[in-house]
């Protein structure tokens, strides 16, 4: 059961990360009716709020920095680790290294490496059992366990759910350690008392496995309970309704819209065929912009069986914008969007065999203002007022363009 849980607790963590990802398709017997005018089901796109504010990155900022101070914890009391390893003594013992510091400690095990007094260790003061305890944590790797579980902790700090999940995981471990110690020894008096007369150490390193980790009482009666392989198997086995429960209880249900779908595929193929069947240069600049944006929303299935978009690329008409000439001049369709309709003449249209076409915009010339003699803007013969104008003199050209000429009322 230790190592079902040891498992369990571990890899439960990993999979919650990639549950999500998953996803169950299910054909649902009615598909939802629509009526009207075709759903569109692609991305769209919402318009931009302007805060004065940022509270999000704010609050980002806030998560990453205490993220990173958990971090650097981390690497403190693992270098901290290091250091002890490299400035004392170690002896290879087993399958692991005995690192003998001159510290007050009892045996405490990170990775291969315990960690002893070397005063005791020399003069044999250290049990058999206490050996035997530390070298389970180095065979079975649990320090891999801690640090995959520290680093989770770090990157999640936010989730409460991780210290009790880190306690739970570092018990166990002592339970699998106990668990050895019994078997091997045979001896389980004394090794609770052995327990007992040990428990006022504190482990200085909380990266590392150590011998009296939550001393408790479930602990030592661990040591003593004994579960018929009956109960244990049905406790293993309970985790598949639990898991199987908060699955549907927490996947987000989304019901295909097949009949939607259809009706885009439909009026899909409608448009792609009257374009086909004309010329480009006559398909509307809204059909085209309507065909790319329902193709986009087919799938690579759909695409397969609809009718092949009419144009080498999504984009190809939208490129084959025509060449503008503004009074003789050529110009930006920008420049030509600003001319307003009322100060256009006359417009030419010149279509070219390829597709491509020309379009001449001539200008109304705009008549040259004076005020009093002096040459004025039209902006500022706006500013003059009726009352202080005593005459206006108007004088055309043959060419449509003209002068106007302003006396101001003398005071």
């Not at 991305?43 to 004065?52: D, P, Q, Y």
């Not at 044999?124 to 989770?152: A, N, P, R, S, Y």
């Not at 039209?378 to 009726?386: A, D, F, L, R």
């Amino acid at each position: 059961m230790h190592i079902f849980n040891r498992f369990y607790l571990l890899t439960g963590v990993i999979i919650s990360f990639l549950v999500p990802l998953a996803t169950i398709t299910v054909q649902a017997n009615n598909a939802l009716e629509t009526s009207g005018e075709p759903i569109f089901i692609g991305n769209t796109s919402l318009a931009a709020v302007h805060e004065g504010f940022n509270y999000s990155q704010l609050l980002i900022c806030v998560y990453l920095i205490i993220s990173i101070l958990f971090l650097i914890r981390f690497v403190k009391n693992f270098a901290k680790i290091i250091q002890k390893i490299r400035t004392n003594e170690t002896i290879k013992y087993q399958k692991a290294i005995l690192v003998l510091v001159q510290d007050e400690i009892l045996p405490h095990t990170f990775w291969n490496f315990i960690f002893i007094n070397k005063k005791d260790y020399k003069e044999g003061k250290i049990e058999e059992e206490l050996f035997t305890h530390e070298l389970t944590h180095v065979t079975q790797k649990h320090t891999l366990d801690i640090l995959i579980i520290e680093l989770f902790q770090i990157m999640f700090w936010i989730n409460p759910l991780f210290i009790f999940l880190k306690k739970a995981i570092q018990l166990n471990h002592e339970f699998l350690a106990d668990e050895k110690v019994i078997n091997q020894h045979k001896n389980t008096n004394k090794y609770q008392h052995l327990l007992l007369n040990k428990a006022a150490w504190n482990n200085e390193y909380y990266l590392a496995s150590n011998l009296n980790y939550s001393l408790t009482k479930k602990r030592l009666k661990m040591m003593t309970k004994q579960s018929s392989q009956t109960k244990i198997l049905l406790k293993q086995l309970s985790v598949i309704p639990l898991l199987v429960g908060f699955l549907f209880l927490f996947a987000e249900r989304v019901q295909a819209q097949e009949k939607a779908k259809d009706k885009i595929v439909i009026e899909y193929n409608s448009l792609a065929k009257k374009a086909k069947s004309k010329d480009n240069a006559d398909t509307k600049k809204e059909d085209i912009e309507k065909l790319e944006k329902l193709y986009a929303q087919l799938s690579e299935s759909q695409k397969k069986t609809a009718v092949p978009f009419p144009y080498t690329s999504i984009t190809e008409k939208n490129k084959e914008e025509p060449i503008f000439y503004l009074n003789g001049e050529v110009a930006s369709k920008k420049e030509v969007d600003k001319v307003n309709a009322g100060n256009i003449e006359s417009v030419n249209v010149i279509k070219k065999e390829n597709g491509s076409s020309t379009i001449s915009i001539k200008k109304k010339k705009e008549p040259i203002f004076y005020l009093d003699g002096k040459r004025i803007s039209k902006k500022e013969m706006k500013k003059v007022k009726p009352d202080n104008i005593e005459s206006v003199n108007v004088e055309k050209d043959k060419d449509g363009g003209g002068s106007i000429y302003i006396t101001s009322k003398k005071e």
